[in-house]
């Protein structure tokens, strides 16, 4: 009985009845889905609306080979992409390059007392003589309560405010920063893109309106000053605004008046009243906010009675008073056609000196 694998005929002359001789040819899907031309559809063929009977398939390059299915991933992936990029170039709120650098100007004026610096009357009740207003320490602040503004909530104001007032009493009414050279306390509130720029002001402090420390906050030279009373009276005002959008700012007016003595004097000394005016110009962004930090970008310092001679740009340098009074220094004079001398360096004369 013969192979039931044979056709009725028998198997053809020189071939062994089976496809074992075909298997070398036989089209995987791979060879198929690759060919240049492609066969019409049975519809396609029953329509009559051809040419021939094959049409040719569209080139697609490399990508003729890639499965469907992930070909139109890919499209929806590089979509995502460009709408991504799309929105994140266009979008008004994105954050913008934080700033880095030298970014606080700084303006220092001494005030030249117009007469002889006499001590206070009462060594134990040195600010006897302030006009109204003042109040002690971080009371005298006056800080606001927050309220939103257009960009900003009242809880983001609230925090920026607290920053302020923080930093104000660590740089303006910490005994550690105003006679014993702390700065560690100050610098833990300022953002890392001015910590370059207050580390400078440290280590060489120079009035170049950029790197006087004196610009930070309020130090007095412990070798020839010491503080006369634990207290510092304080008067002035906040003021809330936006510099932009994406920045709240906060801008400070506050005089300190500060009561000191020579360095190593006994109690019952001379005592000097000194009187320092502060106005600060501080930003906000999100994550300054995030942080409890805070970008000081302008500062303009007034004390005295001080001598217009010597620099404030390490040290706040007062004028004590003696016994009998000290002789006012005299202020040098001015030659506007003198370029080699910072046009920024100005001197006053104090009210009531």
Known sequence: MGDPREPPEG?????????????SVVFDESFVRAARIQELSASERLSGSFGRATRPRVR?????????QALALLMLILVAFGAAVYFGVSSPNRQAARPEGSQLTVSLVALSPASAVR???DPANPFAGLPPGYSDG??????????????????????????????????SLAPSTLIQGATAEVRAFVTPGEQAQFDDSVTQPVDDRHHALTGWL???????????????????????????????????????????????????????????RRQLTFEFDRVDLATAQLRLVDSVLQAGPAPCTVSMAGFLQPVLAG????????????????????AWQVCGVLAGG
């Open 119 to 121: 001590p206070a009357g």
């Open 11 to 23: 198997a053809p002359d020189g071939g062994s009845g089976n496809d074992d001789e075909y298997r």
């Open 323 to 342: 016994p009998d009074g000290t002789p006012p220094p005299a202020p040098p004079a001015v030659d506007p056609g003198n370029h080699a001398r910072p």
């Open 60 to 68: 697609l390059g490399p990508l003729g080979t890639v499965p469907r």
């Open 218 to 276: 309020v130090r007095f030279d412990p070798a020839q000053v010491a503080l006369a009373a634990d207290s510092v009276k304080v008067a002035g005002a906040m003021r809330i605004d936006e510099a932009d959008g994406g920045t709240l700012q906060i801008t400070t007016d506050h005089t300190f008046v500060y009561a000191l003595k020579p360095a190593g004097a006994p109690s019952g000394a001379p005592v000097t009243v000194e009187t320092v």
């Open 138 to 171: 971080a009371v005298g602040l006056g800080t606001p309560s927050g309220t939103a503004t257009a960009h900003f909530s009242r809880v983001e104001v609230t925090k920026a405010l607290d920053t302020v007032q923080r930093y104000l009493v660590a740089s």
